[in-house]
């Protein structure tokens, strides 16, 4: 899907060919990924599985560093019961677990309905297993179907993993992450207000706008709301953003929070000029919502799309204020 509006002449050099190739992209395509039972293998690191012959499994270190297999005597850890593996590299970010993870479960459960097996999470980082813990129990996963597994060489009896099933960044399980928004708003109570709400990134070390005191200042007066969703719970995510009828913010991991809202939701994303971010556009066109793209001058072009920037107040503005009128013609209102 197109976005409504992307800047794409204010990207530089090559990331405007790339950013236009895919967005102008007729159809997108999921990896052949495949679901592989093992016994006796060893998981180790982040998720790397190593078979009982000692191969590391290629499929398991896509995008790695420094995967380095353990020898037999490293080996600390014994599991006997049939293990479903949810773990890969990156498995600490959580759009990455919200949507290349959790998807897997409804596929796991699909293949092997009949057979009790327990689920390998991260262990790590710790603020983040409340929010893993809840998400599955959105699936159907008890508490004592978790195994919280850390970077310790770990041998199963019999293990089941998926191999890569998203292209990063920009096609996802379409099915799963559908799937996986309607657990969540179902299990999680909300109310039907039309929320506009702007993801801040104050505090952050990277991809920071440095001009977002103009940028709140704006949007305040366009009814906006402030907020910070790395301080809630999933479950008062999951309920803010089920009522938002448009929601700003920069190329950050809770973004990710538009899975939860509702169709035709307006999306519109900040993100530096020097490198390309599809994860949000495509998880928007995934829920039906209407995504904007907009590129700003970044302050150190060589940390490409992580660098700080800078966004255009009045380009935003009118931004914005298009989707306002869309969201109004939508209600039968005039634009606010």
Not at 3 to 23: I, M
Not at 60 to 69: E, N
Not at 180 to 198: E, F
Not at 258 to 285: R, T, Y
């Amino acid at each position: 899907m197109m976005p409504q509006f992307a800047n794409v002449e204010q990207l530089k050099g090559h990331w405007q060919s790339r950013t236009e190739a895919v967005l102008k992209r007729d159809i997108a395509r999921l990896p052949s990924a495949f679901l592989a039972t093992m016994r006796n293998a060893v998981v180790f690191q982040n998720g790397f599985v190593r078979s009982e012959q000692g191969i590391v499994v290629q499929e398991t270190i896509v995008g790695a560093r420094d995967v380095t297999p353990p020898q037999e005597d490293r080996v600390v850890r014994h599991e006997p019961r049939p293990t479903a593996l949810l773990r890969k590299a990156g498995d600490s970010d959580f759009a990455h677990w919200l949507a290349e993870l959790l998807p897997r479960v409804r596929e796991f459960r699909a293949m092997f309905p009949q057979q009790a097996i327990q689920f390998a999470v991260p262990a790590s980082p710790a603020d983040m297993r409340p929010m893993r813990q809840r998400t599955l129990e959105w699936l159907g996963v008890r508490d004592d179907e978790i195994l919280w597994l850390g970077s310790e060489p770990t041998r199963f009896d019999l293990l089941h993993f998926i191999t890569v099933n998203s292209i990063h960044s920009h096609t996802h399980d379409f099915t799963g992450l559908r799937h996986v928004s309607a657990q969540a708003r179902a299990k999680v109570p909300h109310g039907k207000a039309h929320r506009r709400l702007y993801i801040s990134r104050d505090g952050a070390t990277k991809r920071r706008l440095l001009n977002e005191p103009d940028i709140v200042s704006q949007l305040t007066k366009r009814n906006f709301t402030i907020v910070a969703p790395q301080s809630m719970s999933i479950d008062e995510q999951v309920a803010l953003f089920a009522e938002a009828e448009m929601v700003v913010g920069t190329t950050d991991a809770t973004m990710a929070n538009i899975l939860w809202g509702p169709e035709h939701c307006e999306v519109v994303a900040l993100s530096p000029d020097h490198g390309h971010e599809f994860f949000f556009w495509d998880m928007a066109g995934i829920r039906d919502q209407t995504f904007s793209f907009l590129f700003g001058d970044s302050a150190d072009p060589s940390q490409l799309g992580n660098a700080d920037f800078t966004a255009d107040p009045a380009l935003l503005c009118r931004i914005v204020d298009a989707a306002l009128a869309r969201i109004a013609r939508r209600q039968g209102k005039q634009p606010a």
